[in-house]
């Protein structure tokens, strides 16, 4: 299998060319260097026959099959880390490192999901009845993930509906399809035809699949202003949907910290993958007796910050990585410069890549655009506080609530402070870390439903309780 060339689409277990094509661009170069296939309707529809045809015998296929084969999907993907982690900063950006541990990670998490189970559920078991919850796989899953974690998201549907009985469509964004789509090419050798299909295209293909009627349900990672075209077209025939959306998270960092201990923590929780990471914090709430230092260190990890092409041994942080966010991170700063604010920042390559540099905004007022909107760049904007409730307040006065964190030497004033805010996850002197057992899901407009975990393996599935009335016991004599 050559990862440096020929990106076909999965259908039906067949590798399927497209009449047309979609430019791959570099980020780190602006150049094109790779083509996907444009998928037309007939290829959607040809994936969705498959994907309904595999699902009547592996819904059948016991458990734990369904679970040795994720394993062995997890096998192969990292047997395949080097090559598979290359296109992805191909194609991506990020560093090479990161992207070989995105492909390594998404691997284990194959393995933590197959691990876990759908119990029957026994609500009653009286000398009556015996009631039993059983949880039946949904059917075909439309997938459809965005570009900053193009595997790792897609893993994150694909593990856990393959193993409830699932099987699945699934689009990249059009702007990094080629790795999901050499994944798919390579898991064929374990995965039975139709069960896993991958179809690459343009900013139309997404709209046909949510109505398309084929879908069962759809699970959907990308932005609040499309999750809300596609729970639109769900409605249409009630398809079950999860969506994924986005976020403006607040960090806010106690009086009591040790800013030499946080620092680093705090900066890559805002900057990983060049902040374009749903959960990053994207706001930085300050108490007033720590901001100077906590800013000049953030300042200071800015300006030594490598910024760069991912290929290049030494990079920490690569371009943005479509053109389209590049101008609106830049627009950011733009705006921020013209409204006055200190923008202070790091240093980035000239040229022809999307490269911006990390960028902290001081002290913005709450009004300013880089504090309403999400970035989802490298553009933070810090604020000064000086009591709790007025913090608690700013930070939960957004449309969003994905997650957010606190920063803080007394954890049970943490506590409250996580239980205050309004948002899917709290990080308590961390973040960024979200492990497969644990639900994560948005408040407010940052979702609906949840991925991960229990329940959102649940989620993959529907309840079917089955009473089963017992004989009434002979009466004596
Ligand atoms: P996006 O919404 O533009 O695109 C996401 C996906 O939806 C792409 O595959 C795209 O082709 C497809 N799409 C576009 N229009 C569609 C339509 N009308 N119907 C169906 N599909 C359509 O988002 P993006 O720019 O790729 O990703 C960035 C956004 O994703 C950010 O807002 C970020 O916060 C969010 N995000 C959320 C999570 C999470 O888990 N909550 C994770 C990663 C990213």
New binding site residues.
Partial sequence: MDWRSDYRMTIGGELVSADETIEIVNPATGAAFATAPRASRGDLDRAVAAAVAAQKLWRRTPIDERRARLRAAAERLRGHSAEAGRLFTLEQGRPLPLAEYEITGAAAWLEAVAAMDLPVEVTEDSAARRIEVHHEPLGVVCA??????PVA?AVWKIAPALLAGNTMVL?????TPLCMLKIAELLREVLPPGVLNVISGG?E???W??AHEGFAKIS????????K??ME?AAKDLKRVTL????NDAAIVLADVDVDKVAARIFQGAFFNSAQ???ATKRLYVHEAVYDRLRDALVALATEARVGDGLEPGVAFGPIQNRP?YERVLALIEDARASGLTVLQGSAPQGQGYFVPLTIVDDPPETARVVTE?A?GPVLPMMRFTALDEVIRRANDSEYG?AGAVWSGDVAKAVEVAHALETGTVWINENLHLPPHTP?G?HKQ??FGV?NGQSGLLEFTRAKSIYISKPKPARAG
Avoid: H, Y
């Fill in positions: 459809i993930v965005p570009w900053n974690f998201l689009k990249p964004s059009p702007f900013d293909l997404g709209p699949m949510t959907f990672t990308g932005s609040t202003a499309t999750g075209r596609v077209a994924e959306l986005g976020g990471l749903c959960v966010q999400e989802f994905l994560f948005g940052s979702g991925e």
